[in-house]
C-alpha cells in the first residue's frame, strides 16, 4: 500500500540537530495518520506521499519547517511569588501566551532569590534539524481515526 491522504504510517526515525547530534531516536516504530493532519512535520509528510513500507529518507527542516524561528518575545520574568516554593530550572508550566488568550507551555531556565525566568519558545526553536526515516508498515486508517484526526491504538480509542 502506498502512503496517501488517510493512512496511517508507522516509521522509525532519527532526530539530529545540524551538528549530527542525535536528539532523538525511535526503535519501535511510531504511527501517524497521513494527510494534514498535524502528526509530523509537513515536509516530512510531503517527502513520504506515494511511498511504501521500506522506504527510507532524510529530510533537512529549516526553524520555519520544525519549530519555528526562537522568539525573544517569548522570554517573561516572573515575580517568584507566582510559582510553588519547589520552582526548579526546567518545570514547565502552562500560561497564556499572546493576546489571543491561547494557552502555551513555558519552561522555567532560571530561578533567583525572587524573579523566575520563563521560556514559551519550544526547545528546539531556532534549529535547522535533520529527519531520517523509514517507513516500517502503511495500512488504511479506521473511520474512528479519521474522525477523530488521530491514530489509535490496537486496542481502540483510549483517552
Not at 16 to 25: H, R, S, Y
Not at 63 to 86: C, N
Not at 104 to 110: A, R, S
Not at 119 to 128: E, K, S
Request: hydrophobic share 35%; charged share 25%.
Amino acid at each position: 500500500m502506498q502512503i496517501a491522504k488517510n493512512t496511517v504510517v508507522m516509521l522509525t526515525f532519527e532526530l539530529l540537530d545540524a551538528q549530527g547530534n542525535v536528539i532523538e531516536k525511535t526503535d519501535d516504530p511510531i504511527a501517524y495518520l497521513h494527510g494534514g493532519y498535524h502528526g509530523i512535520f509537513p515536509l516530512v509528510e510531503q517527502e513520504l506521499d506515494g511511498k511504501s513500507a521500506g522506504h527510507s529518507c532524510k529530510v533537512r527542516l529549516t526553524p520555519e519547517d520544525a519549530f519555528g524561528q526562537y522568539d525573544a518575545e517569548l522570554v517573561h520574568m516572573e515575580t517568584r511569588d507566582k510559582f510553588p516554593p519547589e520552582v526548579a530550572v526546567g518545570m514547565q508550566f502552562e500560561g497564556r501566551g499572546d493576546q489571543s488568550g491561547h494557552a502555551m507551555v513555558y519552561t522555567v531556565t532560571d530561578v533567583a532569590d525572587d524573579k523566575v525566568v520563563v521560556d514559551g519558545n519550544h526547545p528546539l526553536a531556532g534549529q535547522t534539524l535533520d529527519f531520517s526515516c523509514t517507513v516500517a508498515e502503511v495500512r488504511a486508517a479506521t473511520g474512528e481515526e479519521l474522525e477523530h484526526g488521530h491514530v489509535h491504538g490496537p486496542h481502540g480509542h483510549h483517552h
